[in-house]
Antibody, heavy 115, light 107 residues
Framework: EVQLVESGGGLVQPGGSLRLSCAAS????????MNWVRQAPGKGLEWVSG????????YYADSVKGRFTISRDNSKNTLYLQMNSLRAEDTALYYC????????WGQGTLVTVSS | DIQMTQSPSSLSASVGDRVTITCRAS??????LAWYQQKPGKAPKSLIS???SLQSGVPSRFSGSGSGTDFTLTISSLQPEDFATYYC?????????FGGGTKVEMK
């Protein structure tokens, strides 16, 4: 059974940091580029960041460039998102997903940025 | 970056209706377009890839068409389980981008 389990979300003050994790199982993680997609409360989907299957190439939305860092550990089948200098507008449910190469999604982890 | 514009943003329809949602890309994306369905509290589910290829297990009442900049998702006969929000997403060019969504509500 394919599983993507996101974790690491929580309440953080503006300017703070969080590290999200996404543990993958049930498929060959190393075969897939991976992405983080977020959804603010009551809003639409927004692509945040992507990483190639070997971790060499990384991509970021302009809204998070310079603040967020995506990485992966293929030996642990885990995707990460280091989020620094968090802003209120980063408040969202964060999903990890291969996106267009396979329809696998986790349940998301909620990040709330508020004082 | 490519902007994806969906219309309408919401619609009201009845069971059995034919429903059409459109998605326009700010520049040509060939057939690099996917459609997703999302229900409240759930992750998105892929319906269609490559503009018109139905994902495995998706009912045949869903269909997609278009290429270049203009795309359409059609539900031929709306069923109770189809009330949801639908998103288009282009993946032809990085960064990938989503449309704003279309909420299909019960009339």
């Amino acid at each position: 059974e394919v599983q993507l389990v996101e974790s690491g979300g929580g309440l953080v003050q503006p300017g703070g940091s969080l590290r999200l994790s996404c543990a993958a199982s049930g498929f060959t993680f190393t075969n897939y580029a991976m992405n983080w997609v977020r959804q603010a409360p009551g809003k639409g989907l927004e692509w945040v960041s992507g990483i190639g299957n070997n971790g060499v190439r990384t991509y970021y939305a302009d809204s998070v460039k310079g603040r967020f860092t995506i990485s992966r550990d293929n030996s642990k089948n885990t995707l990460y998102l280091q989020m620094n200098s968090l802003r209120a507008e980063d408040t969202a449910l964060y999903y990890c997903a291969p996106l267009n190469s396979a329809d696998y999604w986790g349940q998301g982890t909620l990040v709330t940025v508020s004082s | 970056d490519i902007q994806m514009t969906q219309s309408p943003s919401s619609l009201s329809a009845s069971v059995g209706d034919r429903v059409t949602i459109t998605c326009r890309a700010s520049q040509g994306i060939s057939s690099g377009l996917a459609w997703y369905q999302q229900k409240p509290g759930k992750a998105p589910k892929s319906l269609i890839s490559a503009a018109s290829s139905l994902q495995s297990g998706v009912p045949s009442r869903f269909s997609g068409s278009g290429s270049g900049t203009d795309f359409t998702l059609t539900i031929s006969s709306l069923q109770p389980e189809d009330f949801a929000t639908y998103y288009c997403q282009q993946y032809n060019t990085y960064p990938p981008s989503f449309g704003g969504g279309t909420k299909v509500e019960m009339k």
